[in-house]
């Protein structure tokens, strides 16, 4: 029986074994070898050329680690592979891989987005659109009625990006439009107050991640659903960013948002102007950045209709019904 010592000082647990210690398991079932981690040590016993190949595999995650980066299913997957396979694994050409733009396209994607807990199509013409124009610019604008699919497919392509290892983290904001009694009025502390402006976002997340991986990932802030207040100041690089319910953006407010951008990031920007809660119509930070940002490469605007609602037959037609009033 051979048996070698690791040090992990200075790694966060969570990024280098995986939520539910799913890393740790993986390396397990493909190397005959029993791995034991107590505080900063890891323990490998097994056969020696067994023991060798899980160290070395376990190096590089550690040194992927070290550096900031986060570490997905499918990178561990990937340097247990090339092992598998004698390939050569150098890490620079690793980062650039799993750290490039973040929705480029590659032979497992398409017209299908894949999450931990279930595959999501589009449901029609514009919904496949929007995946595509999402995958090819930095920034999207996706503007369209309730019911269209428009940030549950947001989020989705956020939960596979981070899967991927395309992103460190996954940044979702709304802004938190008063609706008749003032957050300073409301009991319980921030996060209390703020949580039911950021439901929906909670929502869609739980039906793609499993509860218990979700609330570790939001608690590690690898997955962060904040108040677009709470954006000011920050430049969010290697980040997955959705801003939802934009057209109750300010003019400040948005330009703010969207100077938010940072390296190997993309920003998805949703919302509906039919249904803008400001008490002035007219200071829309979305109907402002519509208008300006048109022409900008590397910008692109998808537009949803009626017609591309995708909830029940019922919603298509209480739209129908107040936009006919």
Not at 30 to 54: C, M, P, Q, S, W
Not at 72 to 80: C, G, I, N, T, Y
Not at 116 to 144: D, S
Not at 281 to 287: I, M, P
């Amino acid at each position: 029986m051979f048996k070698k010592i690791l040090n992990s000082r200075g790694v966060d647990p969570l990024l280098l074994w995986g939520v539910e210690n799913e890393h740790l398991l993986f390396i397990r079932d493909n190397f005959d070898t029993k791995i034991f981690y107590r505080g900063n040590k890891i323990i490998l016993e097994g056969k020696h050329k067994e023991v060798e190949r899980a160290e070395y595999i376990l190096l590089k995650m550690i040194e992927i680690a070290r550096s900031g980066r986060y570490i997905s299913s499918a990178l561990v997957r990937q340097l247990v592979n090339k092992d598998k396979t004698q390939e050569s694994i150098n890490g620079n050409e690793l980062d650039q891989e799993n750290n490039s733009n973040v929705l480029n396209s590659d032979e497992n994607e398409g017209a299908v987005i894949i999450t931990p807990k279930k595959k999501i199509f589009p449901k029609n013409i514009h919904q496949l659109n929007y995946l595509k124009t999402v995958k090819e610019h930095a920034l999207t604008f996706a503007v369209g009625p309730a019911g269209t699919g428009k940030t549950y497919l947001a989020v989705a392509l956020s939960v596979e990006a981070l899967e991927k290892g395309r992103v460190n983290r996954i940044v979702l904001t709304r802004p938190a439009v008063e609706a008749g009694e003032s957050l300073g009025f409301l009991p319980g502390d921030m996060k209390e107050k703020v949580d039911p402006y950021l439901r929906p976002l909670y929502d869609a997340l739980g039906d793609m991640l499993p509860q218990e991986r979700l609330h570790r990932m939001i608690n590690y802030e690898v997955i962060e659903v904040a108040p677009l207040a709470f954006m000011r100041g920050r430049t969010l690089s290697n980040a997955f960013v959705i801003l939802d319910e934009a057209q109750n953006t300010t003019k400040t407010q948005m330009k703010m948002f969207l100077t938010r951008l940072g390296w190997n990031s993309r920003i998805i920007v949703t919302g509906d102007v039919t249904q803008i809660d400001l008490s002035n119509y007219n200071k829309s930070g979305l109907l402002e950045a519509i208008k300006i940002l048109k022409d900008i490469k590397g910008i692109s605007f998808v537009e949803f209709d009626k017609e591309d609602v995708v909830r029940p037959s019922l919603v298509s037609e209480i739209i129908h019904a107040y936009e006919n009033r």
